[in-house]
């Protein structure tokens, strides 16, 4: 296997202040688990580009893009240190560049894979992204890179039939959101309920499949809930493509909720993902970072899921 693993130095630089969870060390806590498992060696490591403002707009309004950088620019001006989207959601003269770098990676690891050059990748990227709405950044996320690269497959790639697969701690309602009435994207997701964005229970078409759980559910749970829920409608969608919204703060040991998720879960659901893509879509996958707040726990995660994408186990 030919597993990528997309970052950049700019996605540390977006920062929200030293009492913000989402914090740059995230990406160095993956980088310090890499090494300690002596997995970088295996990966294809490559730098994030920028996206391209248009590439955005596939997914956001013109107006939800401008805002992100007219106010990044504005601080660099000013020389003032943050921007308030909301009580926790801030820009600092770096987080236009950053929101490109980490769109950018998904829509680079996407032309990659259906390229033919990797089999799948993962983005290491900050600001994570699924909380974003085509009309506003919100929940830590300014632009939904998992989206953004969805829709580009389908819209330059002409892919037909594509999922979406969600495995944070909250409810990815950025995402359904943008694709709340298009079919040709399935999304599956779990989720804490009731929990931020307080979303995802309401009616919703066929191709949304959101499974809420209450707090405190363990892996075995979702493991039974993935087997009855996730893979027969992943199944029956034939997806040629699958993104992940790689999110591990359902971790056990992870304080921003209080799912009991541990590493071997998040590499047993990978594995999964990896079957539904072998049958339907040539194992293509692109797997992109959202949450994930306790730094050991998070960097162990992702090694994990990344040893089942590399087949390293």
């Given at each position: 296997m030919t597993t990528a693993f997309y970052t950049h130095p700019d996605c540390q630089r977006h920062e929200m202040g030293d009492w913000h969870p989402e914090t740059p060390a995230r990406l160095q806590a993956i980088e310090d688990q890499l090494i300690a498992s002596r997995i970088d060696q295996f990966l294809d490591r490559r730098d994030a580009p920028l996206a391209d403002p248009a590439e955005l707009e596939r997914i956001?309004?013109?107006?939800?893009?401008?805002?992100?950088?007219?106010?990044?620019?504005?601080?660099?001006?000013?020389?003032?240190?943050?921007?308030?989207?909301?009580?926790?959601?801030?820009?600092?003269?770096?987080?236009?560049?950053?929101?490109?770098?980490?769109?950018?990676?998904?829509?680079?690891?996407?032309?990659?894979?259906?390229?033919?050059?990797?089999?799948?990748?993962?983005?290491?990227?900050?600001?994570?992204?699924?909380?974003?709405?085509?009309?506003?950044?919100?929940?830590?996320?300014?632009?939904?890179?998992?989206?953004?690269?969805?829709?580009?497959?389908?819209?330059?790639?002409?892919?037909?039939?594509?999922?979406?697969?969600?495995?944070?701690?909250?409810?990815?309602?950025?995402?359904?959101?943008?694709?709340?009435?298009?079919?040709?994207?399935?999304?599956?997701?779990?989720?804490?309920?009731?929990?931020?964005?307080?979303?995802?229970?309401?009616?919703?078409?066929?191709?949304?499949?959101?499974?809420p759980v209450p707090a405190y559910t363990d892996g075995n749970a979702v493991r039974q809930l993935v087997t009855e829920k996730w893979l027969p409608a992943l199944h029956a969608h034939r997806p040629q493509m699958i993104f992940i919204s790689a999110g591990f703060d359902a971790h056990r040991e992870d304080d921003m909720g209080q799912m009991g998720l541990v590493e071997a879960d998040y590499a047993w659901i990978t594995r999964q993902i990896m079957q539904v893509a072998r049958e339907h879509a040539q194992g293509r996958i692109v797997s992109c970072l959202e949450g994930g707040y306790n730094l050991s726990a998070l960097g162990r995660s992702v090694v994990a899921h990344l040893k089942v994408l590399a087949e390293l186990e």
């Open positions: 956001h309004s013109a107006a939800a893009v401008d805002a992100i950088r007219e106010h990044s620019h504005a601080l660099a001006l000013s020389g003032e240190a943050y921007y308030s989207i909301d009580g926790d959601t801030l820009l600092n003269r770096h987080s236009w560049q950053a929101a490109l770098r980490a769109a950018g990676a998904a829509v680079a690891a996407t032309d990659a894979v259906l390229a033919g050059e990797l089999d799948n990748a993962f983005c290491s990227v900050r600001p994570p992204g699924h909380h974003a709405t085509p009309g506003k950044a919100m929940g830590f996320c300014l632009f939904n890179n998992v989206a953004i690269a969805a829709r580009h497959a389908m819209d330059v790639h002409g892919l037909e039939r594509v999922a979406v697969v969600d495995f944070d701690v909250h409810h990815g309602n950025g995402t359904e959101e943008a694709f709340a009435h298009d079919p040709r994207v399935l999304m599956a997701s779990f989720f804490q309920h009731p929990f931020y964005p307080f979303s995802g229970t309401e009616p919703a078409e066929a191709h949304i499949v959101n499974v």
